[in-house]
Nanobody
Framework: QVQLVESGGGSVQAGGSLRLSCTASRLPYSTNCMGWFRQARGKEREGVAIIYRLSGEPYYADSVKGRFTISQANARTGVYLQMNSLEPDDTAMYYC?????????????WGQGTQVIVSS
């Protein structure tokens, strides 16, 4: 079965950086989109960044443009999310997803999540 495993979350002060990793296994070859969604306490889940594996084209939520960068791992075995200039509003559980079709359409495959806490 498909497995997505995230790592790299943690606690940082505002202005700091974190790099999230998502390693995929047994992902169908036809899966073209992978990305990151997040959910803060008391808020709805939102798309943060996605990337289309074949083209390498990324898309970002307006709230993270210029601060976050999504990239693919070698052999398209996963994705990374480099998060710079972190803000307290970035505090959330971050989830890797595969099979997405846009920032508002997550895929059917999900990781277990990794917590990011940004303190002011």
């Amino acid at each position: 079965q498909v497995q997505l495993v995230e790592s790299g979350g943690g606690s940082v002060q505002a202005g700091g950086s974190l790099r999230l990793s998502c390693t995929a296994s047994r992902l169908p070859y036809s899966t073209n989109c992978m990305g990151w969604f997040r959910q803060a306490r008391g808020k709805e889940r939102e798309g943060v960044a996605i990337i289309y594996r074949l083209s390498g084209e990324p898309y970002y939520a307006d709230s993270v443009k210029g601060r976050f960068t999504i990239s693919q791992a070698n052999a398209r075995t996963g994705v990374y999310l480099q998060m710079n200039s972190l803000e307290p509003d970035d505090t959330a559980m971050y989830y890797c997803t595969a099979g997405c079709a846009g920032l508002s359409r997550p895929g059917n495959y999900w990781g277990q999540g990794t917590q990011v806490i940004v303190s002011s």
